[in-house]
């Protein structure tokens, strides 16, 4: 692990930065790449696209996106978006506390770019097939969950992948999840199953499973991150193997 990296909150003149890195770092994605059918004969669109998305994230209340920067060159490396699943929980409060009306106003001016995007100039991405992706995984069964840390996204350069960058962010995630007593929550892709593995996460016993136009069905693995010390406290094993969990029933009714 690089000792001249830093994290830091991410500020809005970050934004072009972090539209890039994701951009770059989704190119193998077979979902990011299906999404965005002809993100390579636009780049321009596609850039414009992403970027929107990363500007929705500063003006989202309960989010807070977190970057590793190269302390020596300033070279943004990573980011990890982190948001607030339970409005009871102070942490949520003490969030939606810090934001003011310019976030509800920022909000609905890049909703209305969006929409210019979309039905104007975009031409990176097959919004029908977006819109059926997120109804199908917003629709798909699992269970609810508890109060959480829910770790949106975390992208790193695929340039400085070997720098610990990833472990740094999910670290940063890890302390604050101790610290305001809820475990972490997130969705992957079947290629990061065993980085997470590695840091500690425990894969849920179902993967939610995306069949958006009844032609390819994405698997979209689940984990959580309780810590050694509170082991047992969320979760449960759902085999003997121990390889697959899941939440504790008095958790989900709690």
């Known amino acids: ?13 970050d934004t072009s930065d972090l539209a890039l890195i ?22 321009s669109d596609y850039y414009r696209w992403r970027l929107n998305i990363i500007r929705q994230r500063f003006a989202t209340s309960d989010l807070r996106t977190i970057v590793a920067v190269d ?6 490396l990573g980011q990890a978006s982190w ?29 209305a770019e969006k929409w210019w995007c979309r039905y104007v100039t975009d031409r990176s991405v097959d ?15 699992r269970p609810t969950r508890p109060s959480c840390l829910h770790c949106h996204l975390i992208v790193v350069n695929p340039k400085t992948q070997t720098r610990g960058v990833g472990r740094m962010l999910m670290d940063w995630g890890k302390k604050l999840a101790v610290a305001e007593d ?13 980085f997470y593995e590695k840091i500690g996460f425990a894969r849920l016993g179902e993967d939610c499973v995306v069949d958006p136009d009844g032609k390819e069905a994405f698997r979209i693995p689940t984990f959580v991150w309780e810590g050694r010390e509170r082991e047992g406290r969320w979760l449960e094993q759902e085999s003997a193997t121990g390889e697959t969990w899941r939440w504790r029933s008095d958790v989900l009714s709690g």
């Open 1 to 13: 692990m690089s000792s001249n990296i830093i994290l830091r909150p991410a500020t809005r003149s």
């Open 22 to 43: 994701a951009n770059a770092a989704n190119a193998q994605s077979a979902l990011h790449r299906r999404i965005a059918l002809h993100q390579e004969q636009f780049p």
């Open 71 to 76: 302390s020596t060159s300033g070279e943004i």
């Open 83 to 111: 948001a607030v699943e339970g409005s009871g929980t102070a942490l949520h409060k003490r969030w939606l506390k810090e934001s003011s009306w310019m976030n509800y106003l920022e909000e609905k001016l890049i909703s």
């Open 127 to 141: 919004y029908q097939f977006l819109d059926s992706f997120l109804a199908a995984f917003l629709g798909s069964e």
């Open 182 to 194: 809820l475990p972490i929550y997130l969705e992957s892709n079947l290629e990061a199953t065993g």
